[in-house]
């Protein structure tokens, strides 16, 4: 990872976006030229991504991972040694998720950090009251998971995610290189355009350790409290928040 010597204005950030984008579309039309596949064209174009962004933010560019992205990491820790990856430990995971968190620090050269709420859970049951997950999950994940964030985001430039556009309804018009106008710094999502297909290829390919909750029907892996498997057929989104209305955490709207 290089370094950045000087903090940037927005709108020189917002500035670099474009450029960030051009480069990337130029990566992939290169490998598309060269007559690669369609999957080997966005696993190019998304390291293309991550590269761009370890060059130009050096250690003001760190990545979110919930350790349920587990292609995102083995794809940065290969294509961006060093680079700095912080998990929100909410107090509510699963002890497989731990330990998969557990597992890419010892394979990677990643320095994954592990970032905790204000309140552990006893504090926050004591002024809320328990299951507070429950009876109103937009105000513990507030507390648990965008709070944490915002400050583990705090004074870099670009943040990092695993999202992709067929992930929910509400991420269809990610970009691979864009703009979190919220936080006013660049947000990457190099796994955008990637299927479950290609996740499942490149998993395959590069022999990716993945959470041992998959093997147990979880397609999308969050808090213990709040995640179940999913049927065959099912929507990967349907075990969040199960009967609730509910749909995204609160960290990427």
Known sequence: MTTTPTARTTTELRGLVAAGAARVEAAAARHAEAG?????????????????????????????????????????????????VFFLDTGYHFAETLGTRDAYAAM???????????QTVAEQDAEHGPRLHERNPDLCCALRKVVPLEEAIAGHEAWVTGMRR??????????????????????????????????????????????????????SIGCAPCTR?????????????????????????
């Open 166 to 219: 067929e992930d929910a309804p509400t991420r269809t018009d990610i970009d691979v290189v864009g703009w979190d106008a919220r936080r006013r710094i660049v947000k990457l999502n190099p796994l955008a355009l990637w299927t479950q297909d290609d996740v499942d290829r490149y998993a395959e390919e590069h022999g990716v350790f993945l959470n041992p909750l998959r093997q147990l029907g979880f397609a």
């Open 108 to 118: 990677l050269p990643l320095n994954i950090r592990t970032v905790t709420p204000r």
């Open 229 to 253: 498997p999913v049927a065959d057929g099912e929507d990967p989104r349907a075990g969040r928040w199960a009967g609730k209305t509910k749909t995204e955490c609160g960290l990427h709207t």
């Open 36 to 84: 690669h596949d369609r999957h080997q064209v966005v696993v190019e174009q998304s390291r293309e991504a991550l590269r761009w962004a370890a060059e130009e933010f050096g250690d003001r560019l760190t990545t979110a991972s919930s350790m349920g992205d587990e292609v995102l990491v083995h794809l940065l820790g290969t294509t961006v040694p060093g680079a700095d």
